[in-house]
């Protein structure tokens, strides 16, 4: 569905990305994982054409991608949950999942929001409260269903369980599989590699803006560098 090839980024002249390689077939979740700072967040969104990439080629569905400006990559289906969550916060919880709708233009917006209410039960209850005053894990839930509401073939999330408790971290993360098992192609990032591996079907390790190790989850876990590195006592 999706492959990069050899992505280089820059900004103003300093190197973030240094020939990331990696491919999402269809059905799949694959993993990011890598330290704070290791380009996970950079490689998103040269993929959503967020960051412009210095070189490199994105094929999406049988198409380059790379350079094409950010709308028309989310009208494709490549729809990313941002770091951070970023909602807006002024807005109802039910504004932003119609904002979210409106990030690519096809019918049926209705049954999609039927669908996020069935995810995410708490978010109809408070379909009426500002975003702003929702739990950091509500908030997610939040940009999880906005990402929904595009309806997306390619659905990327840029570190889901950041600061969020344990508990939380775990329904989190039940809902990725459960996407996944409903038929979403999912490109995840985590620094929470332990949590990332166990629901994914393949992970890449990104280091200092270059992928020197990929593979299978379960080789990626026995594996004794990503032991050592990122499975902290796992
Ligand atoms: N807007 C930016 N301007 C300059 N440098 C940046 C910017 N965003 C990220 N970087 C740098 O690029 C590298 C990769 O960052 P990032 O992709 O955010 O990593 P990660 O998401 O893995 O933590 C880091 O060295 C970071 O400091
Ligand atoms: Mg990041």
């Not at 094929?59 to 951070?84: N, S, V, W, Y």
């Not at 209410?117 to 509500?138: C, H, I, M």
Request: with cysteine; proline share 3%.
């Amino acid at each position: 569905m999706l492959a990069v090839e050899n992505l280089h980024l820059n900004y103003g002249g300093v190197l973030a990305l240094k020939g990331v390689t990696l491919e999402v077939r269809r059905g799949e979740i694959v993993t990011l994982i890598g330290s704070n700072g290791a380009g996970k967040t950079s490689t998103l969104n040269t993929i959503s054409g967020v960051n412009k990439s210095a070189k490199g080629k994105i094929t999406f569905l049988g198409k380059e991608i790379q350079g094409l400006p950010a709308h028309r990559i989310a009208r494709m289906g490549i729809i990313q949950a941002p770091e951070g969550r970023q909602v807006f916060a002024g807005m109802t919880v039910l504004e932003n999942l119609e904002i979210g709708a409106m990030g690519r233009k096809t019918n049926n917006s209705d049954r999609r929001l039927e669908e996020v209410w069935s995810l995410f039960p708490k978010l109809q209850e408070r379909r009426n409260q500002v975003a702003g005053t929702l739990s950091g894990g509500e908030q997610q839930m939040l940009a999880i269903g906005r990402a929904m509401m595009a309806a997306p073939e390619l659905l990327m999330m840029d570190e889901p369980s950041l600061g969020l408790a344990p508990l939380i971290v775990e329904q989190i993360f039940k809902i990725i599989v459960e996407l996944r098992n409903s038929g979403r192609t999912i490109l995840l990032v985590e620094q929470n590699a332990w949590m990332a591996l166990q629901v994914s079907d393949r992970g890449y390790v990104l280091e200092n803006g270059r992928c020197p190790l990929w593979g299978k989850a379960d080789e990626l876990i026995a594996d004794e560098t990503v032991k050592k590195i990122y499975l902290g006592g796992h």
